[in-house]
């Protein structure tokens, strides 16, 4: 439903929706796949999560960061959850957006706010930080910034959109680096992305599979996709690949009892788990990718 999707991630890019959102909370369902507006919800929830054997990636959700104040704002906030969270002694790390730390305001500006992030993960247990993929427009900038960290830093990692076109040959460049496969969440033109579900699968499994045989560091798997998984688990056997050097990633608040399933066969389980004021963006997007999630909108709606 090409239509659908494109409206959903126009909604998505809708600042004065953004905006608006932000104010009221969450609401229209995004409460299931949202585990807090503040941190202290957040981190019942990852203790939650942990007891069934899954760790935690922590998203600080934020959308249309366009002064410094905001983008410093964002960095406090990440490092306030960072320090919580090695205080409580809980399984979790997090994924953070460049954006939201100033990408698009001052490059220079960003870099130095995602340093004093990793100088910070060192002081709380040397916990991993993930930079997410964004949209394609925002690579360069995102890269450049890793390419400048990845040498001071060892716990920093990254994600390859399997979307694009040029996603092998980024992926290969990071071999020795941390790094997260999935499909890729925005919407990118033909000249650069992979436009049918077909041609995305297909590809995110040809970069699933070169990267679990060749890789020198750990790898997520991050898809609801049972077709992948089951993929997976079948090429990891045939291949004796070992478990302890991937993981699989759902977000939170989709397929819980599959995630629940896949953790209690022994695999390595992350869960990534936004959380925060700003959910309109996110939750948008993954309306976009599956509007069978509009099911969560309605039970809501419907509940009252
Ligand atoms: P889809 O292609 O959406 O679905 C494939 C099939 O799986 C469906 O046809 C259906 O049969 C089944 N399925 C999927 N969802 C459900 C469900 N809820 N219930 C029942 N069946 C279902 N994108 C980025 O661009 N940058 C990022 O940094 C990023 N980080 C991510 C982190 C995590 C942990 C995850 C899981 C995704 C992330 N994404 C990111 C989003 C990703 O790119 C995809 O847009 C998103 O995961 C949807 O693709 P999919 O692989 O889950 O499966």
Not at 90 to 112: C, M, P
Not at 174 to 182: A, E, F, I, M, T
Not at 268 to 286: A, E, T
Request: contains cysteine; charged residues 25%.
């Amino acid at each position: 439903m090409p239509v659908v999707k494109d409206i959903f991630i126009a909604l998505s890019n809708n600042k004065f929706m953004n905006e608006s959102a932000k104010r009221m909370g969450p609401a229209l369902g995004a409460n299931k796949v949202v585990a807090g507006v503040d941190i202290d919800s957040t981190i019942e929830t990852v203790e939650k999560l942990n007891m069934k054997g899954i760790s935690c990636t922590l998203d600080n959700l934020g959308e249309f960061v366009t002064s410094r104040q905001e983008a410093l704002e964002a960095q406090q906030n990440i490092v306030e959850i960072m320090r919580r969270n090695y205080n409580a002694n809980i399984d979790a790390h997090v994924s953070i957006k460049l954006t939201q730390l100033g990408l698009n305001i001052d490059r220079e500006f960003a870099y130095q706010n995602t340093r004093e992030i990793l100088l910070k993960a060192h002081e709380y247990g040397n916990t991993f930080v993930n930079i997410d993929a964004e949209k394609f427009e925002d690579l360069v900038g995102i890269t450049e910034i890793i390419d400048r960290l990845k040498g001071e830093f060892k716990n920093v990692g990254t994600v390859i959109q399997a979307y694009l076109y040029d996603s092998m040959n980024i992926m290969e460049k990071y071999s020795d680096v941390r790094l997260r496969l999935v499909k890729g969440a925005y919407k990118e033109a033909s000249h650069i992305a992979y436009q049918t579900k077909e041609e995305i699968d297909q590809n995110y499994i040809k970069l699933i599979e070169r990267r679990l045989l060749t890789a020198k560091a750990f790898t997520s798997i991050a898809t609801h996709d049972h077709n992948i998984i089951n993929h997976v688990k079948q090429f990891v056997k045939d291949n004796n690949i070992d478990r302890n050097s991937f993981e699989f990633q759902m977000l939170f608040g989709f397929r819980t009892d599959y995630a629940y399933q896949i953790a209690s066969e022994g695999y390595n389980f992350c869960m990534y788990v936004p959380f925060g004021q700003d959910w309109f963006g996110y939750f948008m997007r993954r309306l976009a990718e599956r509007p069978q999630n509009i099911n969560l909108m309605l039970l809501d709606i419907f509940n009252k």
